[in-house]
């Protein structure tokens, strides 16, 4: 075998590890198999998994940025390249890890986009209910802002995950992990309607275990609910760019706003480190301004 097949051989060892092994989701393993098909892409002929050096990585990197990416894709990369070669180190390949003086290029923080209420509203009451397509969209819509789905366990989810007596719903994330989730009783109401008609006149008689279904009966895509998210936008008059993660800012954003402490939101999110959660200070740091603005006899 080749050096270069031996990368290749590795590449494909690490992204079974990581489905296998790890449980990751089908996004994420496609996403490390992107990065590192580009990365094999440009690696020298004969050069196997031994020569991966820290100055090799550098300069590859540094290429990554002459090719027009940004901070945040180099970064992703990076992190891409730590988890092969930690594999890599795991399975006696390397005897150091070639990633571990590389650091990560500086990214400047941005506040997550987010609906105020009045942009909910409209959005919400676009879809048509009398149409068995439109019940369901108004029920997508519903779930994902009552809840702060991601749209892959928003799309995934079955038919048995929801309790609608209890108010609940079961996700599966990141990792496999499950979660319970609250659902507010407008959600509950609009799925609940949903299922009682609409569902079965769109599987016509076939069985789905699906929550959310096509006419085909099978799931929405990940792509055909960003189409459908974006169209019903148009139609509100929501004209800058609207993705199911804008809603699921405005969830966690809306929340906070209301009172909810940090660690209740981190766990509805499905969040495994509370600094992911933390992008949403900027609501506690305006919060506590209000509050001062409001209380303090000085301010």
Same mark, same amino acid.
């Given at each position: 075998?080749?050096?270069?097949?031996?990368?290749?051989?590795?590449?494909?060892?690490?992204?079974?590890?990581?489905?296998?092994?790890?449980?990751?989701?089908?996004?994420?393993?496609?996403?490390?198999?992107?990065?590192?098909?580009?990365?094999?892409?440009?690696?020298?002929?004969?050069?196997?998994?031994?020569?991966? !050096?820290?100055? /090799?990585? #550098?300069?590859? +990197?540094?290429? =990554? @940025?002459?090719? *027009? %990416?940004?901070?945040?894709?180099?970064?992703?990369?990076?992190?891409?390249?730590?988890?092969?070669?930690?594999?890599?180190?795991?399975?006696?390949?390397?005897?150091?890890?070639?990633?571990?003086?590389?650091?990560?290029?500086?990214?400047?923080?941005?506040?997550?986009?987010?609906?105020?209420?009045?942009?909910?509203?409209?959005?919400?009451?676009?879809?048509?209910?009398?149409?068995? !397509?439109?019940? /369901?969209? #108004?029920?997508? +819509?519903?779930? =994902? @802002?009552?809840? *702060? %789905?991601?749209?892959?366990?928003?799309?995934?989810?079955?038919?048995?995950?929801?309790?609608?007596?209890?108010?609940?719903?079961?996700?599966?994330?990141?990792?496999?992990?499950?979660?319970?989730?609250?659902?507010?009783?407008?959600?509950?109401?609009?799925?609940?309607?949903?299922?009682?008609?609409?569902?079965?006149?769109?599987?016509?008689?076939?069985?789905?275990?699906?929550?959310?279904?096509?006419? /085909?009966?099978?799931?929405?895509?990940?792509?055909?609910?960003?189409?459908? %998210?974006?169209?019903?936008?148009?139609?509100?008059?929501?004209?800058?760019?609207?993705?199911?993660?804008?809603?699921?800012?405005?969830?966690?954003?809306?929340?906070?706003?209301?009172?909810?402490?940090?660690?209740?939101?981190?766990?509805?999110?499905?969040?495994?480190?509370?600094?992911?959660?933390?992008?949403?200070?900027?609501?506690?740091?305006?919060?506590?301004?209000?509050?001062?603005?409001?209380?303090?006899?000085?301010?």
């Amino acid at each position: 075998m080749s050096q270069g097949a031996a990368l290749e051989g590795e590449i494909a060892s690490f992204l079974d590890f990581c489905r296998i092994e790890k449980g990751l989701s089908v996004n994420s393993v496609e996403a490390y198999r992107r990065d590192l098909s580009r990365f094999a892409a440009g690696w020298p002929s004969g050069a196997g998994v031994s020569e991966l !050096t820290t100055e /090799r990585l #550098r300069d590859y +990197l540094g290429g =990554l @940025y002459g090719s *027009g %990416l940004q901070s945040r894709s180099v970064a992703r990369h990076l992190s891409t390249l730590r988890n092969f070669a930690a594999f890599l180190l795991r399975e006696g390949r390397l005897r150091s890890d070639p990633t571990a003086l590389l650091s990560l290029p500086r990214q400047w923080k941005s506040l997550p986009k987010y609906l105020n209420l009045l942009d909910i509203n409209r959005l919400l009451a676009i879809p048509d209910p009398d149409k068995p !397509t439109g019940a /369901r969209d #108004r029920a997508m +819509l519903e779930m =994902l @802002y009552a809840t *702060g %789905l991601r749209v892959s366990e928003l799309c995934q989810l079955q038919f048995t995950d929801f309790n609608a007596e209890l108010g609940v719903i079961r996700v599966t994330g990141k990792g496999n992990r499950q979660r319970l989730v609250p659902v507010g009783r407008s959600a509950v109401g609009a799925v609940t309607a949903y299922c009682e008609g609409p569902r079965r006149r769109l599987l016509r008689g076939r069985a789905s275990k699906y929550l959310f279904v096509t006419a /085909r009966g099978g799931c929405l895509t990940r792509q055909a609910f960003w189409k459908l %998210l974006a169209a019903h936008g148009r139609r509100a008059g929501i004209w800058q760019r609207l993705t199911p993660h804008v809603l699921r800012h405005s969830f966690a954003t809306h929340l906070l706003e209301g009172g909810a402490d940090l660690r209740s939101v981190q766990t509805m999110l499905g969040h495994a480190d509370i600094s992911t959660t933390q992008i949403y200070t900027h609501v506690m740091r305006s919060r506590l301004r209000k509050t001062l603005d409001e209380h303090h006899p000085r301010a």
